[in-house]
């Protein structure tokens, strides 16, 4: 039975129909933070988004599309998210075992690009085909071809929702006229968020923002109304805020691989204490041994629970 907590999230999605919810409840009632409406979700998108060795070679293990969910399963996440080739190799032996997010599309990096696109590299069908619960996604704000990623997420995420799946957006800005601080920056995070929900996104993904604030007239605006922006949580609180204020469900990606695990736990720290639904992290967890990144995971879920500070 559905906690409270589970209930409430849910009642934020009441225009979708009854394999949606029951789809997100999957998410939310599994793993070690089943129940708390917190997630760590692992993806593991890497090999096509940086290349195998740049992803796999600090840990050979990661080169078997078997090791990373295995890793989901075995630390208990919510869910496991990667593209076809990864979900195809797995499916059939884990049926049942975690749920599934299948990334419909992806991005390589073997052409420099100022302004990226991302290419379709699954259907809504696969999804259905390899029992997953959600697609995925990726739109790209500020870069030059955004309008067609917005409209590619529109026809996929009606296509998902018609047939009870779920939307994850990953909500990365890049390009354009943004600066490299701006794509992190306080008030483009926060942009990407609302964007992302306004997109229709039941999970949205966005990186940790730093203090910048890139637009100038939204640095009027900070500034005017004393926007609270001086702290991680603040920030982390801010773009929670930002998305529907808090009726939308707002993970944070962990990034490059830290050496130091204290310093990815606190980030999750400040994720939890900004009012933030958790983490998805793929670096940081499966380039470690795999040990270690049991005890990371271990702990960051001790964290968003309150059983760690």
Not at 219 to 226: G, I, M, R, S, T
Request: glycine residues 10%.
């Amino acid at each position: 039975m559905a906690t409270e907590r589970v209930k409430e999230i849910l009642s934020w999605y009441r225009s979708d129909n009854p394999g949606t919810l029951t789809n997100l409840a999957r998410m939310l009632n599994h793993g070690k933070l089943a129940g708390t409406g917190k997630f760590v979700i692992l993806p593991v998108d890497q090999g096509f988004e940086h290349g195998p060795a740049r992803s796999f070679a600090p840990n050979p293990a990661g080169y078997d599309p078997r090791y990373h969910v295995e890793l989901a399963i075995e630390s208990g996440c919510n869910a496991y998210a990667a593209p076809l080739g990864f979900l195809e190799a797995v499916a059939a032996d884990y049926a049942g075992d975690i749920p599934l997010i299948l990334k419909l599309n992806n991005h390589d990096v073997l052409q420099d690009e100022k302004d990226p696109m991302g290419a379709i590299t699954a259907s809504v069908d696969d999804a259905l085909r390899l029992g997953c619960v959600a697609i995925g996604y990726t739109i790209y704000p500020g870069t030059l071809d955004r309008r067609f990623l917005y409209e590619q997420l529109q026809a996929l995420t009606l296509e998902a929702k018609e047939v009870g799946l779920a939307v994850v957006v990953w909500s990365y800005p890049r390009g354009g006229a943004l600066s490299k601080a701006g794509e992190t920056g306080v008030d483009v995070t926060a942009y990407a968020a609302q964007l992302a929900a306004q997109m229709g996104a039941h999970i949205i993904k966005v990186k940790l923002s730093t203090e910048h604030v890139e637009q100038p007239d939204a640095k009027k605006v900070y500034e005017k109304y004393n926007i609270p922006i001086s702290t991680l949580p603040d920030r982390v609180r801010h773009v929670v805020q930002s998305s529907f204020n808090g009726r939308r469900i707002v993970i944070f990606s962990g990034g490059a691989a830290k050496e130091d695990a204290n310093a990815v736990l606190d980030e999750a720290r400040a994720i939890r204490d900004g009012g933030g639904f958790g983490s998805i992290i793929g670096r940081n967890s499966f380039q470690r041994p795999r040990a270690d990144a049991l005890k990371l995971l271990d702990s960051m879920m001790k964290i968003y629970k309150g059983e760690m500070k």
